[in-house]
């Protein structure tokens, strides 16, 4: 799963969230390269004629254009989100590409984790809420992923904001 628990003692935890990376670096070549190949097999016929000048600039726009959704989607999926839990604070922060950082600090006895299996942008929508605000975390996540996480956070809550 695109998160990890890290448990210092009894009464303090961090969990850190990402989403799925599904296209690493190789991946990623392999993919345009593919790409181009596929694309240029019907220029073969064109070869050697002038109606290959007018057809190739539309083949390589159409490539630079998926080069560019390609990188751009990878890049704005490089999103972090730590949520940092002990027995004084929890402290959540998500850290995004062009967005400043977004922070929450609530009383670990004021938070609640919620689970909107319906209504939210996503199905099985997990907040936190206290301090008077409801925040989001994981939305990112598949939605096993996020009823997974709605119980585990909710158990360490438990377990960190208890007397």
């Not at 935890?13 to 990376?21: I, K, S, V």
């Amino acid at each position: 799963m695109p998160y990890t628990w890290t448990e210092t003692s009894r009464n303090t935890a961090e969990l850190r969230l990402w989403p799925h990376q599904s296209l690493p670096a190789r991946g990623f070549a392999a993919t345009i390269l593919g790409i181009f190949t596929l694309w240029t097999i019907p220029l073969y016929g064109l070869l050697g004629t002038l109606a290959l000048w007018g057809v190739l600039p539309f083949v390589l726009i159409a490539l630079a254009a998926m080069w560019y959704a390609l990188r751009r989607n990878d890049r704005d999926r490089q999103i972090l989100e730590t949520l940092r839990l002990n027995e004084s604070d929890f402290h959540l922060i998500r850290e995004a590409p062009n967005v400043p950082v977004q922070e929450w600090h609530c009383n670990p006895y004021w938070t609640r984790v919620n689970l909107h299996a319906k209504g939210g942008p996503v199905p099985h929508y997990v907040t936190l809420s206290g301090a008077g605000r409801e925040v989001e975390i994981g939305a990112f996540l598949s939605e096993e992923e996020r009823k997974a996480l709605f119980a585990e956070l909710s158990d360490t809550i438990r377990r960190i904001a208890a007397p």
